[in-house]
Every structure is written in C-alpha cells, then in structure tokens.
C-alpha cells in the first residue's frame, strides 16, 4: 500500500505560476499526475518513471508544466508555468506500476489539492 499526500495548491492570477508536491510513503515504478474540474472526467497531465526519466506531458500543458521526482524524499512535484483559466481544476497524484497516461492504471492515488485560476 502506498500512500500519497499532495500539497502546493492555491490560488494564482493567469499567467502565474505554482508548484505541486507529492509526498509517497513508497516506490511503485512510476508517477503520475491528472486533474479534474467540475463536470469534466479526470485528464492526464504528467507522469514520470521513479529513475527521473521518460518524463510524458499531455499537449494541453506541455512547454508550460514541468514534472520531476526527488528519490531522496520520494516526492514528485509539478512546476506550472504561465497557468491559464483552463488549468483550475483539483490536481491528484497517482502511482503505477508501468509509465502510462491512463487514468485506471493507476493503482493508489492522493486526496487531490485544487488549484485555481484567475483572471
């Protein structure tokens, strides 16, 4: 079982930034990051294998969104630059066993922190 804590989520102006922390109690093989705003299914944002590499974006945040992994502290964190009103959303943080872009296989998942954006 692997618990996982998200925390950085707040509130910012368009064309702000942010930073998500993901805090894991242990490894699976790869990380994750989705998002859900009201009335919409949850999207795949960033994931990331625990080695730091093969790190994957969806197009709507790519160039904008960072994602990176600190082995030291088992966190994974997602850097958002020049957010838009289309990123308010609550964010989750997933863990999988494989590098993937699918919701449904991932297997443990955090609480979810909301991030929203201003005009």
């Known amino acids: 079982q692997v618990q996982l804590v998200e925390s950085g989520g707040g509130l910012v102006q368009a064309g702000g930034s942010l930073s998500l922390s993901c805090a894991a109690s242990?490894?699976?093989?790869?990380m994750g990051w989705f998002r859900q705003a009201p009335g919409s299914d949850r999207e795949f944002v960033a994931a990331?294998?625990?080695?730091?590499?093969?790190?994957r974006y969806a197009d709507s945040v790519k160039g904008r969104f960072t994602i990176s992994i600190d082995n030291a502290v088992n966190t994974v964190y997602l850097q958002m630059n020049s957010l838009k009103l289309e990123d308010t959303a609550v964010y989750y943080c997933?863990?999988?066993?494989?590098?993937?872009?699918?919701?449904?296989?991932?297997?443990?998942w955090g609480q979810g922190t909301q991030v929203t954006v201003s005009s």
């Open positions: 990331i294998r625990w080695s730091g590499d093969s790190p």
């Open positions: 242990g490894r699976t093989y790869a």
């Open positions: 997933a863990a999988s066993i494989v590098l993937t872009s699918t919701w449904n296989e991932y297997d443990y």
